[in-house]
C-alpha cells in the first residue's frame, strides 16, 4: 500500500486524522502508565543495596527517568519538526513544532523537580551545579525561549521560522545532558547524578521504567495531537473547512 | 496500604514527586480542554456575525 504522506500535512486532512488518534493515545497513556507505576510500586524490592544503596525512595525513577527521557525526545521531535519546516516550508510542521513545546517543558519541569527530591534523600541536597542537573536545566529555557520567541512575534509566519531556528541551534544542549554523566576524571568535573546503569538494574524496576516511559510518551502523542488541532483552528480559521466545520458543530 | 502509603518513612518525598507529575499533568489536559472550547466558541461567534441569518 502506498500511502502519500503529503495528503496528511495539510491541516485540514490531518485535523480529522489528529481527531480519531487522540481517544487511542491516550487510553494507552492510561494504561500503560498505571500498568508501570503498579509494577514499579509493588512488585520490586523495598531497598536496594550495591555501591549505591537506596531505600523507598528511589521509586522516584519510575517518573524521574521517564520525564527525564522523553524531555530529550521531545526536543528531538521538536527541533525535527522545526527542520522540516524550514527545509519544506510546510504549515503543518511548525504548528506540530509549536505544540510539542509547552509538553517537552513540562516533561523536563517534572524530571528536575523530582530529581530535587530525590537529589534530597539520595545525596542531602536539593540542587547542585553538575553538569546533568545544569544542561537539564537549559534544556528547560530553552523550551520557555521557543514559546517566548514564538508568541513574541506578531506574524505567525515570521515567528514560526525564527523559533524554529532557536529549536536548532538549541540542539546542542541534547547531546550534552545526554554525556554529562560520563565525567572522565572525578577531580576535573565533579558528577554527583550517578551514571546510567541500565545493564545492572533489576529487571522488574527496569521494564516498570520502560512501561511508564511507553505509557508517558503516549501521553504525549496525544496532548500534542490536541494542541495542535487548536493551533490549526486558530490559523486556518479564515478557511471555508474551518467555516464548515463551525457550522456543523454549532447545529449539532 | 498504610506501608504503601508511609514508603518507610519517605513519603513526603515520594508523593511529593508524583503528586507533582499529576497536577502537571491533569493541569495540562484540563487546559487544553479549555482551550478548545474557547477556540471553537469563538469561531461560532465570529460564524454568526458573518451569516446572521444562519
Not at chain 1, 118 to 143: C, H, K, Q
Request: charged residues 15%; aromatic residues 16%.
Amino acid at each position: 500500500m502506498k500511502i502519500n504522506w503529503f495528503h496528511y500535512s495539510s491541516p485540514a486532512t490531518f485535523y480529522g486524522l489528529a481527531g480519531r488518534l487522540i481517544p487511542w493515545f491516550a487510553w494507552i497513556a492510561l494504561i500503560l502508565t498505571l500498568a508501570g507505576l503498579y509494577w514499579g510500586f509493588f512488585e520490586t524490592p523495598d531497598r536496594l543495596g550495591g555501591s549505591n544503596p537506596q531505600k523507598e525512595y528511589y521509586r522516584i525513577i519510575f517518573l524521574h527517568v521517564s520525564t527525564a527521557w522523553l524531555s530529550m525526545w521531545l526536543y528531538l521531535v521538536l527541533a525535527a519538526w522545526s527542520a522540516i519546516g524550514l527545509v519544506f516550508n510546510t504549515r503543518l510542521s511548525y504548528m506540530m513544532a509549536r505544540a510539542t513545546a509547552p509538553t517537552g517543558a513540562i516533561f523536563t519541569f517534572i524530571a528536575l523537580w523530582t530529581g530535587s527530591f530525590w537529589g534530597r534523600t539520595s545525596w542531602g541536597t536539593w540542587w547542585d551545579w553538575d553538569p546533568r542537573l545544569t544542561s537539564e536545566l537549559i534544556l528547560l529555557f530553552l523550551y520557555i525561549g521557543y514559546m517566548a520567541l514564538h508568541s513574541a512575534i506578531d506574524d505567525p509566519r515570521r515567528g514560526d521560522r525564527a523559533a524554529a531556528l532557536l529549536a536548532l541551534v538549541g540542539l546542542v544542549t541534547v547531546p550534552i545532558i545526554f554525556w554529562s554523566i560520563n565525567c572522565p576524571d572525578p577531580n576535573q568535573c565533579a558528577a554527583l547524578h550517578q551514571r546510567s546503569s541500565l545493564d545492572r538494574i533489576d529487571p522488574n524496576i527496569l521494564w516498570a521504567m520502560l512501561t511508564t516511559t511507553l505509557g508517558l510518551w503516549s501521553y504525549s502523542f496525544a496532548v500534542i495531537l490536541a494542541r495542535v488541532r487548536g493551533i490549526i483552528l486558530k490559523r486556518e480559521a479564515d478557511s471555508q473547512w474551518v467555516r464548515d466545520l463551525v457550522t456543523a458543530e454549532s447545529r449539532a | 496500604m498504610s506501608t504503601f502509603f508511609s514508603q518507610g518513612g519517605y513519603a513526603f518525598f515520594v508523593w511529593m514527586s508524583y503528586g507533582a507529575g499529576l497536577v502537571l499533568l491533569l493541569a495540562e489536559v484540563l487546559v487544553l480542554r479549555r482551550e478548545r472550547r474557547t477556540i471553537l466558541s469563538r469561531l461560532g461567534r465570529l460564524a454568526r456575525l458573518r451569516n446572521p441569518d444562519r
